[in-house]
């Protein structure tokens, strides 16, 4: 069974930083991509981050230059530093993710999500 445990939120002043973790538990498959999506009050769902397993790295251009995504493949954890935080970063932040595993006799990729964190910035 695979899910996706997601950590450090919380509530920091303008020009704060947190660190956002996403650990991905089970065993017998592989992480592919990883990402960070946020979501604001009233707003959709954005892409803010993402990481390959070779560790390239797209970022939205709201956040390039503060929030700084890596990943342990390891441990199959993903995380977020968010540095000179803004209050319009405020939002519930969740991670994604593929995961290719071996199932019945036929490899198949399927997509998951954390449950979300809150990340509030105040002014």
């Known amino acids: 069974q695979v899910q996706l445990v997601e950590s450090g939120g919380g509530l920091v002043q303008a020009g704060g930083s947190l660190r956002l973790s996403c650990a991905v538990s089970?065993?017998?498959?592989?992480?592919?991509?990883m990402y960070w999506y946020r979501q604001a009050p009233g707003k959709q769902r954005e892409l803010v981050a993402t990481?390959?397993?070779?560790?390239?790295?797209n970022y939205a251009d709201s956040v390039k230059g503060r929030f700084t995504i890596s990943r342990d493949n390891v441990k199959n954890t993903v995380y977020l530093q968010m540095n000179s935080l803004k209050p319009e970063d405020t939002a519930v932040y969740y991670c994604?993710?593929?995961?290719?595993?071996?199932?019945?006799?036929?490899?198949?990729?399927?997509?998951?999500w954390g449950q979300g964190t809150q990340v509030t910035v105040s002014s």
């Open positions: 994604n993710t593929d995961v290719t595993g071996y199932y019945s006799g036929t490899y198949r990729t399927n997509n998951y």
């Open positions: 089970g065993s017998g498959f592989s992480v592919n991509t």
């Open positions: 990481i390959t397993r070779s560790i390239s790295t």
